[in-house]
DNA sequence: ACGCATTTGTGAAATAGTTCTCTGGTTTTT
DNA sequence: AAAAACCAGAGAACTATTTCACAAATGCGT
């Protein structure tokens, strides 16, 4: 297979800056541009450049000296490196306001991912049409989770049943969850969980919001 | 005012950490505890012990040895700490599905945030009723903001609109922008910005499904 | 009253991450 | 054709962050 050089172990936190360059190298080629630099790509982003190239230096030399990068080479790689030269299929739970606006957005599927199913808890909810798709009883969860091979879920359900809605995931193979409840959930080594709670960037932001200029 | 004692400057990564603790502190308090440690906060949170005193101390001895944290006194230092100890006015702006979720959302009231003002460029949206809210046209928003002293705006529009509307927040007052557009924004050095990015976060994940475990 | 288990706060040590600086290669300008 | 301007990659230096380890304080059980 051998499917990507490492030059040594990639901290995590280096990790969660590929998406970022992923981001800003697309816009970038849709704004017309080939090529780009450390520099100009650290500009856009308020990085510096030496932490750009180091970063990619973790992975391979992706770049031309004097030239920069060929944006739709470097593309390719970070989108090879981060695995989302695939489709990963994408299971929403919770079918409240959350649930069905993560349904409605279109900004997944040329990201490598495709929202293809969405469950609920309540029974007046079953059924119903959000968008493309339509709710599916949370009793079908892991049935559909396990035939279709599902790793990916988003979690849009009340804090008090994230925890044992995730254990379900995990239970029926699920290995990574963008948690939406506002609350930690514990899970086994093998599987990732990342969180979106707009209250604790709200709360971080008030924090320097002192000065009066 | 002497409103808060530093015993050095805190690093942005500390202030960071001090929303969860919050959230956590708060749950903790409500599942009917009156006390907690270090230990078990870190338990709740997968952080070490020795990580949240350290964090802790840049604003003060908040606990007791032996003892440990009283929740009720430490929820109320942080919340003074990160100045949620008050309600923020927040405007949001971008009624498609995104923005429409955040004003149904529930959750900002008892952390510090009312969500007060929903604007959108679009006309056939004006006036329409989004929860408690309706539609505000755009033109308005800055008379909004600095009718109000607004301080804190919530970004959901496109993102080849995100950059225009930030200089017309910033330029109307606002000081904290939580951006929802898939664009990281130029902002002068006095303004706050924080990034909501789901696809970031799912593509952060999918680096590391790569075992079969 | 005393010993033992807990627990904080903190300076020191250890890790981790970022920036600097230089080498070697490329492109553009004159 | 030479000079000047650019640029990536990488080791070294530097800075930031986390963890360790321990003194001092508290509460509990006997």
Redesign the interface.
């Known amino acids: 297979m051998a499917?990507l050089k490492l030059n040594d172990i990639p901290p995590d936190i280096v990790?969660?800056r590929?998406?970022?360059y992923?981001?800003?190298l697309t816009?970038l080629k849709q704004e017309g541009n080939d090529v780009t630099s450390s520099h100009e790509l650290g500009r856009?982003?308020?990085i510096s450049s030496a932490q750009i190239r180091k970063d990619l230096s973790h992975f391979g030399g992706f770049g031309k000296q004097g030239t920069g990068y060929q944006i739709e080479y470097l593309v390719a790689k970070l989108e090879q490196?981060?695995?989302?030269d695939r489709e990963?299929l994408?299971i929403v739970v919770g079918a409240g306001?959350?649930g069905?606006?993560?349904a409605?957005?279109r900004?997944?599927a040329d990201?490598?991912?495709r929202i293809a199913w969405l469950v609920d808890a309540s029974a007046e909810k079953i059924g119903q049409k959000v968008g493309d798709l339509s709710v599916h009883p949370i009793s079908d969860m892991q049935t559909i989770i396990r035939q279709n091979g599902v790793?990916?879920a988003?979690l849009a359900v009340p804090?008090e049943h994230a925890q044992s809605v995730a254990d379900q995931l995990i239970d029926a193979g699920i290995?990574?969850i963008?948690n939406y409840a506002?609350?930690?959930i514990?899970v086994p080594d093998?599987v990732?969980v990342?969180y979106?709670?707009?209250?604790?960037?709200?709360?971080?932001?008030?924090?320097?919001?002192?000065?009066e200029?």
């Open positions: 499917s990790i969660g590929l998406p970022l992923l981001r800003a816009r856009h982003l308020g490196v981060l695995q989302v990963w994408v306001n959350l069905s606006a993560i409605h957005y900004g997944f990201r490598g991912f790793k990916v988003m804090a290995r990574a963008l506002p609350i930690t514990k093998n990732k990342q979106i709670d707009p209250v604790v960037h709200l709360q971080t932001m008030t924090y320097f919001l002192r000065s200029d």
